[in-house]
């Protein structure tokens, strides 16, 4: 992007009385978390692992489950750590340049970088956490790890011995309607919307940028690829989150 351009963001960072950004996978990939639907991205490579996603089939079938657990064990989301982007979004808060972040990853790395939990919402849910899906109990993820490690394939709850999930919201699951509701009041509040590292394609979370707009906030897309908003976009980047955002922070 030019340095034109970034100027003028920054500015529009600086005079905004509310800043609203949307994270995605992207933001996590530099951290060694791979996206899902980028050209390298696990459901890319593999639809059949989708299928552990999907609420109606992880209920229905053992196996799925399984693999489930097998997948979390081997996941890099829990030994990641935060990258230069996420650390430039901390100093976007600090600098009153930012008051809500959404966000569509499970990872938790916003929190590990610093931000504050009261303006961070975990739209999708968060692996930390395990939830049963019968008793509505949670508990530790790690807690639950340890017993597959352990040799338990499929662990059931310990307290009802129903279904154990991540506390991640699987599609055919409904988010937290008051996540949502909190995500749409911070868009619509938004004189500027950063769309960061997301293909804005999942709804409703795509819907924010949309609302934003119609409020007539300044949409500004950072993504690698080209997203279904760009042609409403005040401002499209395509450069490295781990390089811009940084350069963007210190100029607010």
Not at 14 to 35: F, H, M
Not at 96 to 119: E, W
Not at 138 to 151: D, F, S, Y
């Amino acid at each position: 992007m030019p340095d034109a351009d970034l100027d003028t963001v920054a500015r529009w960072l600086r005079d905004a009385s509310y800043v609203t950004a949307l994270t995605g996978a992207g933001i996590s990939t530099e951290s060694g978390i791979p996206d899902f639907r980028g050209p390298q991205g696990v459901w890319t490579k593999n639809p059949a692992a989708e299928k552990t996603a999907t609420l109606e089939y992880y209920l229905s079938d053992p196996e799925i489950r399984r693999q489930a657990w097998q997948n979390r064990i081997g996941s890099g989301m829990f030994t990641a750590e935060p990258n230069d982007a996420h650390r430039a979004l901390v100093d976007l808060e600090r600098k009153d340049a930012l008051h809500t972040l959404v966000t569509q990853n499970v990872d938790g790395l916003h929190h590990a970088a610093g931000q504050s939990p009261g303006i961070v919402i975990e739209i999708h849910g968060n692996v930390r956490e395990v939830k049963c899906m019968d008793c509505g109990r949670r508990g530790p993820m790690h807690e639950t790890l340890e017993r597959v490690r352990a040799g338990e394939g499929d662990p059931p709850c310990a307290f009802c011995g129903g279904i154990l999930k991540s506390a991640t919201i699987s599609f055919g699951e409904n988010l937290v309607a008051d996540d949502l509701v909190r995500s749409q009041i911070a868009a619509g509040r938004a004189d500027v919307f950063l769309a960061i590292g997301t293909s804005l394609a999942v709804y409703p979370a795509a819907g924010l940028p949309e609302i934003a707009v119609r409020n007539g906030a300044r949409l500004v897309i950072l993504n690698a690829e080209e997203t279904p908003f760009d042609p409403v976009a005040a401002v499209v980047v395509r450069e490295r989150l781990g390089d811009v955002l940084p350069k963007l922070a210190a100029l607010v």
